[in-house]
């Protein structure tokens, strides 16, 4: 069992930067890959990027360039570094967890066996 927790959610003008951070509880942190996802009202969550086990990332194309996602280990932590920030990233941010025997990570929510309650991003123009 993995619990996840997002922080570092804020508002943020158009060009800014935010860090997000995702702790983990539990056991076998190394065996997970992880992935951010977004969810802005009225549309469907979206994957926005992803880091394997062994740290391999992964990112949509809108995001491509500007955010960077990071693991600690020691620290059971994944980071989200959001840079060049536009209106458009305005969303409720979440990480996501599975266990995972390869060097890839999974697009689709239902790949993931374990969910953070959220962080809210809002970019001002």
């Known amino acids: 069992q993995v619990q996840l927790v997002e922080s570092g959610g804020g508002l943020v003008q158009a060009g800014g930067s935010l860090k997000l951070s995702c702790a983990a509880s539990?056991?076998?942190?190394?065996?997970?890959?992880m992935g951010w996802f977004r969810q802005a009202p009225g549309k469907e969550r979206e994957f926005v990027g992803g880091?394997?086990?062994?740290?391999?990332?992964y990112y949509t194309d809108s995001v491509k360039g500007r955010f960077t996602i990071s693991r600690d280990n020691p620290k059971n932590t994944v980071y989200l570094q959001m840079n060049s920030l536009i209106p458009e990233d305005t969303a409720v941010y979440y990480c996501?967890?599975?266990?995972?025997?390869?060097?890839?990570?999974?697009?689709?929510?239902?790949?993931?066996?374990?969910w953070g309650q959220g962080t809210q991003v809002t970019v001002s123009s």
């Open positions: 996501a967890a599975y266990r995972s025997g390869w060097d890839n990570v999974k697009f689709t929510t239902d790949a993931y066996d374990y």
């Open positions: 539990g056991h076998g942190f190394v065996s997970y890959a």
């Open positions: 880091i394997s086990r062994i740290g391999s990332t």
